[in-house]
């Protein structure tokens, strides 16, 4: 009965790779959200969709590019994978509502990335 | 633009004492508030939140309220466990033009020990 999850929890890869993490909900929310959180663990929003449209982008380099194939799961591909770009990604998602600043985020595990 | 500040950590206690975590916020609009926590080795659960100005959001012993005159939205708990051990985040939400996104504070490592 996992709300948000996402796989793979751990990815160690070679820079200049190209890798996907996946996230899915079965919470029926019609958005979704994917956050980077770096070796200090300061949070920020790379990324949102609602009903599969793309609605914050939050100057990530084009190298990353989210792709959701339907409401309730959205993809992260990162290509050339850079050092900096170790991190724990963590996807989201929530139910809109009339006012939306009031709704609440529902987060996965988390998936650490480890560039070499 | 938004951002929120907390209290730098950590923050070492023992069993059964009060725990006060600080958090001030400047945003554009009525942000909502929240406090979210991570375990280690998990991801974010949230703990509380309060969407106006005067709310009182509260769970599992912890509270906060919503003060706008003083832009604040600070966590407490009269009597913390080892179990509360965990990094703690406040966060803001202000709905812009189609989005709504959550502006974290650095977050607060608590450490409860007996």
């Known amino acids: 009965d996992t709300a948000v999850s996402q796989t793979p929890k751990y990815l160690v890869t070679q820079m200049g790779n190209d890798k996907s993490i996946k996230c899915e909900q079965n919470?029926?929310?019609?958005?979704m959200y994917w956050y980077k959180q770096d070796s200090k663990k300061f949070l920020k929003i790379m990324f949102s969709?609602?009903?599969?449209?793309?609605?914050i982008n939050e100057t990530v380099p084009n190298r990353f590019s989210p792709k959701s194939p339907d409401k309730a799961h959205l993809n992260l591909h990162i290509n050339s994978l850079e050092l900096g770009d170790s991190a724990v990604y963590f996807c989201?998602?929530?139910?809109?509502?009339?006012?939306?600043?009031?709704?609440?985020?529902?987060f996965g595990p988390g998936t650490r990335l480890t560039v070499l | 633009g938004n951002s929120v500040t907390q209290m730098e950590g950590p923050v070492t206690l023992s069993e059964e004492a009060f725990l006060t975590i600080n958090c001030t916020y400047t945003a554009t609009g009525y942000p909502s508030l929240f406090w979210y926590v991570q375990y280690p080795g998990e991801g974010l659960q949230l703990l509380l939140k309060?969407?106006?100005?005067?709310d009182k959001g509260s769970n599992k012993g912890f509270e906060a309220t919503y003060r706008k005159e003083t832009t604040s939205f600070h966590l407490e708990k009269g009597s913390v466990q080892v179990s509360d051990s965990a990094v703690y985040f406040c966060?803001?939400?202000?709905?812009?033009?189609?989005?709504?996104?959550?502006?974290f504070g650095t977050g607060t490592q608590l450490k409860v020990e007996l």
């Open positions: 989201a998602s929530s139910q809109r509502r009339s006012n939306p600043s009031t709704d609440t985020q529902y």
């Open positions: 969709y609602n009903n599969k449209e793309l609605i």
């Open positions: 309060a969407t106006k100005a005067d």
């Open positions: 966060a803001l939400a202000v709905f812009t033009g189609g989005g709504n996104k959550l502006t």
């Open positions: 919470l029926g929310h019609d958005t």
